[in-house]
T-cell receptor, first 115, second 115 residues
Framework: SQKIEQNSEALNIQEGKTATLTCNYTNYSPAYLQWYRQDPGRGPVFLLLIRENEKEKRKERLKVTFDTTLKQSLFHITASQPADSATYLCALDPFRGGGADGLTFGKGTHLIIQP | AAGVIQSPRHLIKEKRETATLKCYPIPRHDTVYWYQQGPGQDPQFLISFYEKMQSDKGSIPDRFSAQQFSDYHSELNMSSLELGDSALYFC??????????????FGPGTRLTVL
């Protein structure tokens, strides 16, 4: 069966360090992968999308890599700040072919940046 | 900038009652998605619409139905409510299908509590 795995345990990082989150998937062949941030009780907020032909993508302090051979994406936050504390969700489009395909999310990683 | 609007924000119902959740997408967005998120869970895709037609279907119970209207707003109708339906319900919108290869903008959610 299709599966997306993220470390759902809390990840504690000291302020100023780089936080690295992992997303592994099985039985998918996604053309792209997305990362979202979610704060408690609020809707997910889109951060980055990376396509299968892109190895790396950056946006300000964020960097995403995509290794389709390893079936893995890494999400990095450099110079982390306490305001970066949130749950980060990896999402794939399972390509059911309907067009507006719903995303399949991983369970998310709860990131805590400690001052 | 205008965001996705959901109403009501909070809803309390008794078992076996019905509920209707409304979603107003970002202006000019023609695609709407519905997700259900239980406590401590990742968002689960329910159903999507593109240009008022159902586009993709996820784990939506038969007791639920949805539609998208001519002004692109969408409604999720839930009947014979069960305790397990208590969750946050998110609506997301996007512009065009693009095979799903685009960011989805999530609303603030409707918190449904079934007693």
């Amino acid at each position: 069966s299709q599966k997306i795995e993220q470390n759902s345990e809390a990840l504690n990082i000291q302020e100023g360090k780089t936080a690295t989150l992992t997303c592994n998937y099985t039985n998918y062949s996604p053309a792209y992968l997305q990362w979202y941030r979610q704060d408690p009780g609020r809707g997910p907020v889109f951060l980055l999308l990376i396509r299968e032909n892109e190895k790396e993508k950056r946006k300000e302090r964020l960097k995403v890599t995509f290794d389709t051979t390893l079936k893995q994406s890494l999400f990095h936050i450099t110079a982390s700040q306490p305001a970066d504390s949130a749950t980060y969700l990896c999402a794939l489009d399972p390509f059911r072919g309907g067009g507006a395909d719903g995303l399949t999310f991983g369970k998310g990683t709860h990131l805590i940046i400690q001052p | 900038a205008a965001g996705v609007i959901q109403s009501p924000r909070h809803l309390i119902k008794e078992k076996r009652e019905t509920a209707t959740l409304k979603c107003y997408p970002i202006p000019r967005h023609d695609t709407v998605y519905w997700y259900q998120q239980g406590p401590g869970q990742d968002p689960q895709f329910l159903i999507s619409f593109y240009e008022k037609m159902q586009s993709d279907k996820g784990s939506i119970p038969d007791r639920f139905s949805a539609q998208q209207f001519s002004d692109y707003h969408s409604e999720l109708n839930m009947s014979s409510l069960e305790l397990g339906d208590s969750a946050l319900y998110f609506c997301a919108s996007s512009l065009g299908t693009s095979g799903g290869a685009g960011e989805q903008f999530f609303g603030p959610g409707t918190r449904l509590t079934v007693l």
